[in-house]
T-cell receptor, first 117, second 117 residues
Framework: AQKITQTQPGMFVQEKEAVTLDCTYDTSDPSYGLFWYKQPSSGEMIFLIYQGSYDQQNATEGRYSLNFQKARKSANLVISASQLGDSAMYFCAMRENSGGSNYKLTFGKGTLLTVNP | GAVVSQHPSRVICKSGTSVKIECRSLDFQATTMFWYRQFPKQSLMLMATSNEGSKATYEQGVEKDKFLINHASLTLSTLTVTSAHPEDSSFYIC?????????????FGPGTRLTVL
């Protein structure tokens, strides 16, 4: 079974509107971390936001927020007030903290976001 | 945020030659670095985990004699693609584990695009 599932291969949003990118995960480890990265066409991976499994509140970083629903095992990324520069591939990733994981990240297949003017 | 550099950004080589890619953490020490490979329009595939002062841990199916990894210092890891062939052409991207803060985040280099003729 896939550990990280991103069901939206592509998403379109109008400039200045909000958009939600979906991510569900699968783990039996009680301690884990969830990450979102942005990859523009240049190829660099840009860290956006982090949510720990024990965090009580949803993470926020500027226009990015993470809608963490632990019981549903979902960690959706919400981008508010979309900008043209937000057009990129977005990857959800998970790090399981159990011994032996060596802090590896498991990535989803990504969602290509296109912001229309 | 933490900065990771990668050199070269792009390399074209002849089949049979070896190529070395450097990954440096510029403003933090990284005891653990990771090497990924990414094919066009696909997600990142972890190749190996590089720990300073010890042998790298390779993922299943990755040839350790083909992809040599050296993590000689807390700020530098190198990936050498030995006897490169056209099927090794890909985007190689490294990350460095940054321990400060709760996130224990991996920060990525800008990637290296390898083309083997």
């Amino acid at each position: 079974a896939q550990k990280i599932t991103q069901t939206q291969p592509g998403m379109f949003v109008q400039e200045k509107e909000a958009v939600t990118l979906d991510c569900t995960y699968d783990t039996s480890d009680p301690s884990y971390g969830l990450f979102w990265y942005k990859q523009p066409s240049s190829g660099e991976m840009i860290f956006l936001i982090y949510q720990g499994s024990y965090d009580q509140q949803n993470a926020t970083e500027g226009r990015y927020s993470l809608n963490f629903q632990k019981a549903r095992k979902s960690a959706n990324l919400v981008i508010s007030a979309s900008q043209l520069g937000d057009s990129a591939m977005y990857f959800c990733a998970m790090r399981e903290n159990s011994g032996g994981s060596n802090y590896k990240l498991t990535f989803g297949k990504g969602t290509l976001l296109t912001v229309n003017p | 945020g933490a900065v990771v550099s990668q050199h070269p950004s792009r390399v074209i080589c002849k089949s049979g030659t070896s190529v070395k890619i450097e990954c440096r953490s510029l403003d933090f020490q990284a005891t653990t670095m990771f090497w990924y490979r990414q094919f066009p329009k696909q997600s990142l595939m972890l190749m190996a985990t590089s720990n300073e002062g010890s042998k790298a841990t390779y993922e299943q199916g990755v040839e350790k004699d083909k992809f040599l990894i050296n993590h000689a210092s807390l700020t530098l890891s190198t990936l050498t693609v030995t006897s490169a062939h056209p099927e090794d052409s890909s985007f190689y991207i490294c990350s460095a584990r940054e321990l400060w803060g709760a996130a224990d985040t991996q920060y990525f280099g800008p990637g290296t695009r390898l083309t083997v003729l």
